[in-house]
């Protein structure tokens, strides 16, 4: 497979542009790696993906081959403007200078069908654009029906954890979607390289929710469960949702649960009967 990495030099010294570290701009060189992720997301004409921080545009130009309608979304700015130039032609492709944080695909409704996501994400977005997707109002009306993100491997080992290796971001994308990690991609395939290596995971989202309860209290449980390691559920419950012990410890064993347990030991389904024991 050809290996990007000089052009990718090329592209950016032209550019005047030195990856930024506080971004996590680190640039993928492997063509195997981009044509992968494109097959993943099995894409049909004339639907809609959407990209999250293309960069230099490779992959974008991966998935406009596809027919599908691309809107890319790109906060740095000099990115944005070489973008703009680089896809003027495609007819299918729109470029966005926007943080993803803020971008509002509602406001593209119209515009958007059986819309995907996908994106090569740094660390310190990842949690934060998962649980955006899901859960803010921005993405209502334009629910995406796959997500296939590039992200930390070590990340992608805790959103897919099972018991007892649950975390809040595990319980939070499991609520909403199916993880699966689809391959690992070793570090040596960025420029710069990274410290760590990479994975590519598809999170398909649950077609109806798998709770009998509002997704904010739902959460509110939950946050709570997790809000001290290593603490028993029964006494997180208790002081974060200032119910009694005893009641708490009295409602979990009502539901076959082990007061003594830990937060990471709990599936989704216990959290379902939990928060519909507890809220209000």
Known sequence: MKNLTAEIKRE???LNIRPKK???QNFLVNEGTYKKITETLELKPNETVIEVG???GILTDFLATTGANVIAVEKDDNLSEYLKNK???YKNVKIINEDILLF???DYKKQIVDCSVVGNIPYYLTSRLIRNIFESNNWKETKPKQVV???QKEVARRITARPPK???LAVSVQYYSKPKVISKVPRTNFYPQPEVDSAIIKMLPHKSSVSGVDDEKFFKVVKAGFSEKRKKISNNLSKQLKIDKQKIIKILEEINIDPGRRAETLTIEEWNKVAKQLVM
């Open 12 to 14: 950016l010294r032209l």
């Open 22 to 24: 506080s971004m996590g």
């Open 54 to 56: 293309p960069g230099l």
């Open 87 to 89: 896809f003027q032609y």
């Open 104 to 106: 509002k695909p509602n």
């Open 149 to 151: 993100l590039m992200i």
């Open 166 to 168: 649950m975390s809040l």
